[in-house]
């Protein structure tokens, strides 16, 4: 059987001392504020979605017509064009137009070298 150490000395009362309020308050002051954390969310929400990620990847190399993109996903035109409003009212991509057609690239280069390692290390 093995023994396992208790690593929380909270005693039998169930309240933290005195050392371990203070501790904790000042961790948790570090904490980025309510409505930035629900930013950093949302935005990580957006490359859960597997074709978003796929544009991204699209992107990660040139920029992209609406129209290529279409084809290279086999989606119809509503569904790219909903995902492409997501990822760019987020901050992911920006947008040209030209004619009829808007023109689509990473906002940041460095998006998807960084996506790369996140996903590396979550494997």
Not at 49 to 62: E, F, Q, V
Request: hydrophobic residues 35%; contains cysteine.
């Amino acid at each position: 059987m093995v023994n396992f150490m208790k690593t929380c000395k909270i005693p039998s009362d169930g309240k933290p001392n005195k050392d371990q309020i203070v501790k904790m308050k000042g961790v948790i002051s570090s904490l980025p504020e309510d409505d930035e954390l629900e930013e950093h969310s949302n935005k990580l929400k957006a490359l859960s979605d597997p074709t978003r990620l796929k544009i991204l990847y699209l992107l990660s190399d040139k920029e992209l017509c609406v129209c290529e993109i279409i084809f290279a996903l086999n989606k119809p035109q509503s569904s790219i064009s909903h995902h492409l409003n997501i990822l760019k009212n987020l901050g992911f991509i920006t947008g040209r137009k030209e004619g009829v057609w808007i023109h689509y690239k990473l906002k940041d280069p460095k998006l998807m070298g960084l996506v790369s390692e996140l996903i590396k290390i979550i494997e």
